[in-house]
């Protein structure tokens, strides 16, 4: 980098000379020529391009003004049910940059002290889980569910247990858990809920036997109920040679209260993206570890990251009955950066403290919403709850997606809509431990006012929103005519 004025003046003005024909292109000896000259005719513009003059000022505006219409934890409520939209803190982001410009195939001398902050997280993960070995490599949620069904394939495989085929999967469980079980190879069969919303234990019963291989269980369930039989379950599968796997999305509603491990699952995977803070919104990234117990340790993705003797750090790849590698290189290790900076910012204390708060914060606003939209499993919920519209749109014809339509004129994003759906006229509202009582009461003035609204102008929220640079999309064109490209 030129550091003094007298280097960077003559650059500056050959750059701004009358008549400079653009780049120049080495030619590796051959004299420097324009780009014009080098490119075959028939990729030359005939005519120049017809671009419109603007000022500098004008085109930052245009671009800041787009990001402003853009919605997320930094703007707002983010009330998405199972989705954990908690804020990101800033700090976390500054961690990431150190090692962001670090190329992953450097050697692992050279690299020291990255493998040591990512045994750190593996070892924190452990430990908050309950588990006995780890992998970061998965990318994401549903991809942590398909890396621990191929490494219980390949356990039954190594064991002979051919038979073991079927995989069950609560009816109110993430569409993802028997997406990935098919994907595996295994057959999906459904478990009903019971009217408090739990496994129906007795069902179960009669669907457990011998060719069951897998029991996916998201706990805290998706309708916010912690399954108080969770022992009971992880016995019953057990006792016939079955793993219990656990869908970690909803850890949130436990973190520093209850482990996994101690529940009798066999693996689980931690969504980073949402548990630990780390930004999702938009689609990416992130960042779904398995952690598991000693039996399945050895199907683990390979390479695995040990900590030699001597205190050196190495990526184990001597690992025969890996499944192996699930991901380029050793997963979304930003992303792993990120969530380490927040589990040690808060220590063990902070972490149990988020799990208390998130419960308390779902609960609080359950109980001042339950008389506009009353929770379609009531009673004490963990860290989100489930409320129903079905009595509002019998009476004013206003249904959940209308609601959330009209939350975007009040200022919110609205929650998750129908889902699960075994809820009808689903609203799925997780409004995390990061939210102030304030924004909470906020958001569920805005409901009670668009009940009201229901009531006596159904047609201001059946055409809602009003106030967005798009009004109501027509989403079954959308859904028929889908364009994934400019």
């Not at 008389?371 to 989100?384: Q, R």
Request: with cysteine.
């Amino acid at each position: 980098m030129m550091n003094s004025r007298k280097g960077t003046l003559p650059l500056l003005k050959e750059l701004h000379k009358p008549g400079r024909r653009g780049p120049q292109v080495p030619m590796g000896g051959l004299e420097d020529r324009p780009v014009s000259e080098l490119l075959p005719k028939e990729f030359l513009r005939e005519k120049p391009l017809s671009m419109p003059e603007l000022t500098e000022v004008e085109v930052v505006r245009h671009f800041v003004n787009l990001s402003n219409l853009n919605y997320g934890v930094d703007n707002g409520f983010y009330p998405l049910g199972s989705c954990t939209m908690k804020y990101n803190p800033k700090i976390n982001e500054e961690v990431a940059a150190w090692f962001q410009d670090i190329h992953p195939a450097l050697p692992e001398n050279s690299v020291q002290p990255l493998l040591e902050l990512l045994y750190t997280l593996q070892e924190d993960l452990l430990e908050i889980t309950g588990m006995d070995a780890i992998t970061l490599q998965p990318a994401a949620g549903a991809h942590g569910e398909l890396t621990s069904l191929l490494m219980a394939k390949a356990y039954f495989k190594d064991h002979g247990l051919l038979e073991k085929d079927t995989v069950i999967i609560p009816d109110s469980a993430h569409g993802t858990n028997p997406a990935s079980a098919t994907m595996a190879g295994f057959k999906v069969v459904t478990v009903k809920s019971d009217e408090e919303g739990l496994v129906d234990l007795e069902q179960l019963r009669t669907l457990v036997n011998e060719h069951t291989a897998v029991f996916m269980l998201t706990n805290p369930n998706t309708l916010g109920k912690f399954e108080r039989n969770i022992l009971d379950i992880a016995q019953l599968i057990h006792d016939v040679g079955g793993f219990m796997y656990c869908d970690g999305a909803n850890l949130n509603g436990m973190l520093g209260w209850a482990r996994p491990g101690d529940m009798g699952f066999d693996f689980v995977h931690l969504n980073l993206h949402k548990t630990f803070s780390t930004p999702h919104g938009g689609g990416g990234p992130g960042s779904g570890p398995v952690a598991v117990k000693k039996a399945l340790e050895p199907y683990l993705p390979k390479p695995v990251l040990v900590k030699a003797e001597d205190g050196t750090y190495h990526w184990d790849f001597d690992r025969p009955r890996s499944i192996g590698k699930v991901r380029s290189y050793f997963g979304n290790i930003l992303v792993a950066l990120k969530a380490l900076a927040y589990i040690k910012s808060l220590g063990g204390a902070g972490l149990r403290e988020v799990g208390t708060m998130a419960v308390l914060n779902a609960n609080y606003m359950r109980v001042a919403m339950e008389g506009t939209l009353p929770t379609a499993y009531p009673g004490l919920c963990k860290h989100e709850y489930v409320a129903t519209a079905e009595e509002v749109k019998k009476r004013y014809g206003v249904k959940a997606q209308d609601i959330a339509k009209r939350l975007l004129d009040k200022g919110f994003h609205a929650p998750t809509m129908y889902f699960p759906l075994i809820v009808k006229e689903a609203l799925m509202i997780e409004p995390t431990e990061t939210e102030t009582k304030e924004n909470l009461d906020a958001f569920v003035e805005a409901i009670k006012e668009i009940v009201q609204e229901a009531e006596t102008n159904p047609d201001l929220v059946l055409s809602a929103p009003h106030d967005t640079p798009v009004r109501r999309l027509d989403e079954v064109k959308a859904n028929k005519e889908l364009k994934v490209r400019w």
